[in-house]
């Protein structure tokens, strides 16, 4: 809502429904014509003590991979991809995936044919294994970090990266920030490698924004993100701490 999506849609459960209008009224609940879509954060996709509307929620996420419709994939929607990915489905449509180190480790996991992936080998190596995600996957991956990577299944294609946000955003809900931000972007048209790349520079710019020098909750990123972009566009954004 505050990247400036002309409308919003959210399909999930009825009571996260009701706490997303209760913050957001202007979002529209239920099915129904979009031009992205963002899919797995909240979600569950290890199948243990699932909330009631979970498994439906598991089953949009899963549906939305056969769509012919730009997508980002971030948290439990990840290893659903993985999943899907691994029974010899195939993404056509822009896609971008956005995981932390974790996150990649075991998607890599999934699609490398059972091979174990740990996240300090991802850390040691990000941009091999980032790169190596986005072949086998066939989708543009946006490693997050310290130093955020975004990189296509091309190998031709530089690398793009992104290391001014302040060490502060590394805070529960951030990369859920970082995600409805690119969604907005692919929405709006641009490729998964644009999208990543200035969602990434808008996110840090806006953390940089929020934080006083001192810790900073998502939430304070995500309402910060006008004024960020404000700011780019002025040539005065602030640089990371």
Do not use: N
């Not at 031009?35 to 954060?41: E, H, N, R």
């Not at 072949?135 to 530089?158: I, Q, S």
Request: aromatic share 2%; proline share 9%; hydrophobic share 45%.
């Amino acid at each position: 809502m505050e990247a400036g999506a002309g409308m919003v849609r959210y399909l999930g459960p009825p009571r996260a429904a009701d706490l997303v209008l209760a913050s957001c009224p202007e979002v529209v609940p239920g099915p129904g014509r979009v031009q992205a879509m963002v899919v797995g954060p909240g979600v569950d996709a290890r199948g243990v003590d699932r909330p009631d509307g979970e498994d439906d929620q598991v089953d949009r996420v899963t549906g939305s991979f056969a769509q012919d419709l730009p997508l980002l994939v971030d948290a439990g929607g990840l290893e659903l991809l993985g999943r899907w990915l691994a029974a010899g489905h195939r993404r056509t449509a822009p896609t971008l995936l956005t995981p932390h180190a974790g996150e990649l480790a075991r998607l890599l996991g999934t699609v490398a044919d059972g091979e174990e992936v740990t996240r300090e080998q991802v850390e040691q190596a990000p941009l091999a294994h980032a790169r190596r995600a986005a072949v086998l996957t066939g989708c543009t991956v946006l490693l997050k970090g310290a130093t955020t990577l975004v990189v296509t299944p091309d190998p031709a294609v530089p690398v793009r990266s992104q290391a001014d946000a302040p060490p502060w955003l590394a805070t529960a809900g951030a990369g859920d920030v970082l995600a409805g931000l690119a969604g907005v972007l692919l929405a709006a048209g641009l490729a998964p490698l644009e999208a990543g790349s200035l969602a990434a520079l808008v996110h840090g710019t806006a953390a940089s924004r929020a934080t006083p020098g001192g810790p900073v909750r998502a939430l304070g990123v995500a309402h910060a993100i006008p004024l960020a972009v404000a700011d780019l566009l002025a040539g005065t954004a602030p640089r990371g701490r």
